[in-house]
């Protein structure tokens, strides 16, 4: 069996985690289930970076406790210059490395930040400026920090282990009407996450996670109910939340704590809740 790296005596220094799109949703749930793992002896700082500060620093206060420490990056905007956010992320994650007096036993990227295309359209009724803007929002913004953040990370020879996370979907995998966007930009951050893996020449110290997490009961997929325009789908996602078959964010931020602490999982891989 895998080592636990939340459990394990051979886990030594601190874990330092930033997840981006942290104030609600799945983001704020994946915060709040790595505030619970957080074990005495191994310090665990999460950056928290989205758009609202009152909800970021709302779900900082609810997972700060003596062994867990938050850092709060908010008014970071999708739509910025890709560059500068980047930055802006970056900067904030030296500074808490930096100030760290131990060494890292684990460094990730959670890459939860994301936005839903106009799901009243098809793919023929695409204009060239949504489709810029929705691929500046969902993947430059996703690209150009994960990028900077392996080369950040790739530099540090202290760190025992070095994660990325993308949080996928089944739609990367499967094509749905309705879904062109959406699915092809999910589609073009797996395949960039892939590449990533097999550029990984370390040992396996670093990995790579595409982690899909299933029809969450959340606001998006409320947004989705009332957006999509395939009558089939609307029936199925309806049906599931009437039934209390969307799966519940918490269930799936265990699943996918539980994968980064197992470590067992192939760098690369794409991984659904409903496969664990």
């Known amino acids: 069996m895998s080592t636990n790296i939340s459990q394990a005596s051979d886990i030594k220094g601190a874990q330092v985690y930033v997840v981006t799109g942290a104030n609600r949703g799945l983001g704020r749930a994946l915060c709040l289930e790595l505030s619970q793992r957080a074990i005495t002896g191994v310090p ?3 950056l928290l970076v989205g758009r609202n500060q009152q909800e970021l620093e709302s779900t900082a206060s609810a997972i700060q406790t003596t062994h867990v420490h938050t850092h709060v990056l908010s008014s970071v905007e999708l739509d910025s210059d890709a560059n500068q956010v980047t930055t802006l992320i970056l900067d904030k994650l030296q500074a808490i490395v930096t ?7 684990l460094l990730c990227l959670v890459n ?3 936005t839903i295309s106009d799901l009243s359209k ?5 204009t060239a400026s949504e489709v810029l803007s929705y691929t500046n929002v969902n993947f430059v913004s996703f690209a150009s920090l994960t990028s900077g953040f392996l080369k950040y990370s790739g530099q540090m020879s202290g760190v025992q282990r070095i994660a990325v996370v993308n949080i996928s979907s ?3 995998v499967r094509a749905f009407a309705n879904w062109g966007l959406y699915a092809a930009i999910k589609a073009a951050r797996d395949q960039f996450v892939q590449v990533a893996a097999v550029e990984a020449q370390d040992g396996g110290r670093t990995k790579m996670l595409n982690y899909a997490p299933g029809p969450l009961d959340n606001q998006m997929q409320a947004e989705v109910r ?3 325009s395939d009558p089939e789908q609307r029936k199925i996602y309806d049906d599931l939340h009437r039934q209390g078959k969307l799966v519940k964010v918490e ?3 265990r699943v996918m704590c539980d994968l980064l602490d197992k470590w067992e999982f192939d760098s690369g891989a794409h991984i659904d809740y409903y496969d664990v």
């Open 44 to 46: 665990r700082h999460i």
């Open 99 to 105: 100030a760290l007096p131990s060494t890292l036993s």
């Open 112 to 114: 939860c930040a994301g």
């Open 122 to 126: 098809t793919v023929a009724q695409y």
């Open 170 to 172: 089944l739609l990367a």
């Open 226 to 228: 009332a957006q999509i």
């Open 251 to 253: 269930d799936t931020a």
